[in-house]
T-cell receptor, first 116, second 112 residues
Framework: GAVVSQHPSWVICKSGTSVKIECRSLDFQATTMFWYRQFPKQSLMLMATSNEGSKATYEQGVEKDKFLINHASLTLSTLTVTSAHPEDSSFYIC????????????FGDGTRLSIL | DQQVKQNSPSLSVQEGRISILNCDYT??????FLWYKKYPAEGPTFLISISSIKDKNEDGRFTVFLNKSAKHLSLHIVPSQPGDSAVYFC???????????FGAGTQVVVTP
């Protein structure tokens, strides 16, 4: 149980392109989803927290107009990297938790984004 | 400011022996602590957790110890197996199962 699917797993695109990454909870309803990014040999850094039906809460230093998050249903959240540039190249990972009562976050397999 | 620190970037241990991974934190408001295991090109997999009201939690080969006064936790894996070779992340949250702060990870290599 508690499977989180993330798609696509790998994206290569030209600078200036917008890229959408999907995060789905397959066998549970996720009231909260989280988006992280990880640079090589570094820790996972939380970018934003999204709750179904409301606006995402972004961490300090994360541009909300650059990284658009939509959590339209209890099983789907999307992250759109708008007008991506090479410095946005990273490993993006989503996670989801069932509710706020003693349930750990379960992670997707991540999306490797490479901007040329 | 890194609130969760894993000071050992790597650990090599022989199969069958104990692996001990360490994690330190600075935020005294953290009340849940978790360990995740991660293989390359995959997302982290939840291993074990502990709340701040406990000092030990055990699940099979995995035991997590929490020392609140020292702001330190550790993960013990015994016996270590080749399949345990992965990067292990320590994470902490404040006020329940909310957003997580991760350590930088420890690469564990279990040798035959």
């Amino acid at each position: 149980g508690a499977v989180v699917s993330q798609h696509p797993s790998w994206v290569i695109c030209k600078s200036g392109t917008s890229v959408k990454i999907e995060c789905r909870s397959l066998d549970f309803q996720a009231t909260t989803m989280f988006w992280y990014r990880q640079f090589p040999k570094q820790s996972l850094m939380l970018m934003a927290t999204s709750n179904e039906g409301s606006k995402a809460t972004y961490e300090q230093g994360v541009e909300k107009d650059k990284f658009l998050i939509n959590h339209a249903s209890l099983t789907l959240s999307t992250l759109t990297v708008t007008s991506a540039h090479p410095e946005d190249s990273s490993f993006y990972i989503c996670s989801a938790s069932q509710d706020s009562s003693n349930q750990p976050q379960h992670f997707g397999d991540g999306t490797r984004l490479s901007i040329l | 400011d890194q609130q969760v620190k894993q000071n050992s970037p790597s650990l090599s241990v022989q199969e069958g022996r104990i692996s001990i991974l360490n994690c330190d934190y600075t935020n005294s408001m953290f009340d849940y602590f978790l360990w995740y295991k991660k293989y390359p090109a995959e997302g982290p997999t939840f291993l074990i957790s502990i709340s701040s009201i406990k000092d030990k939690n055990e699940d099979g080969r995995f035991t997590v110890f929490l020392n609140k006064s020292a702001k330190h936790l550790s993960l013990h894996i015994v016996p270590s197996q080749p399949g345990d070779s992965a990067v292990y992340f320590c994470a902490a949250s404040e006020g329940g199962w909310g957003k997580l702060q991760f350590g930088a990870g420890t690469q564990v290599v279990v040798t035959p």
